[in-house]
């Protein structure tokens, strides 16, 4: 009989399960992907991790352990809502080693220890507000990382299923998804994304 796999085997599909979803997604897309990829079979995936602790299945429950070692190794970063995504890095990373994220993260515990320091920050520079600073890196971005940016925006603003259909030549993005309401509605939208 198949084995579930240990949260540090589910490391890889999680990783690829992200660069297929286009460097985000939700837990439920996450998971949904992950469990595709690794091709759990129904009996495996209905295993509850703790019946008198709630509905959380053993799949999910290593699956969240697996996000959580590969964000404290710097693979991906995820925000209050929900969404998880690859950071640099991890947009570099197709492939992590699960011996070396244990170990790194085991050692991180370890030695961690709290430090905080006042950072004096004594530059004179006149700052720019928040709506030019964000306008300028909008206009130096990347088209993949200005898609990427769109697909998580989307994903935070309660989006599923976020695909981008096309790039036109303003360096504007064309794409679908699904918009869920109060988790009872859902529609289909189509969405078109100017940065100029």
Avoid at 14 to 28: F, K, P, R, Y
Avoid at 88 to 101: F, H
Wanted: proline share 3%; aromatic share 6%; charged share 30%.
């Amino acid at each position: 009989m198949a084995k579930i796999p240990s949260y540090d085997k589910m490391m890889n599909p999680v990783v690829q399960a992200l660069h297929e979803l286009g460097g985000s997604g939700t837990i439920e897309e996450i998971n949904n992907k992950a469990v595709e990829i690794l091709g759990l079979s129904e009996d495996l995936l209905e295993i509850l991790h703790d019946s008198d602790k709630g509905s959380q299945t053993e799949v999910e429950y290593r699956l969240a352990w697996s996000r959580t070692y590969l964000k404290k190794y710097g693979i991906l970063e995820n925000s209050s809502r929900g969404v998880w995504a690859l950071t640099v890095k991890g947009r570099q990373t197709q492939q992590v080693n699960p011996d070396t994220v244990r170990r790194f993260v085991q050692t991180e515990r370890r030695t961690e220890k709290v430090q905080q320091s006042d950072i004096n920050d004594d530059n004179d520079e006149p700052k720019l507000t928040w709506k030019e600073e964000l306008i300028s890196v909008l206009l130096k971005m990347d088209p993949s990382a200005f898609e990427r940016l769109v697909q998580r925006l989307l994903r935070e603003s309660g989006f599923i299923q976020v695909e981008v259909t096309g790039k036109s030549g303003d360096g504007g993005i064309d794409g679908k998804g699904i918009m869920r309401l109060g988790g009872l509605l859902s529609f289909h939208v189509i969405f078109q994304c100017k940065r100029y």
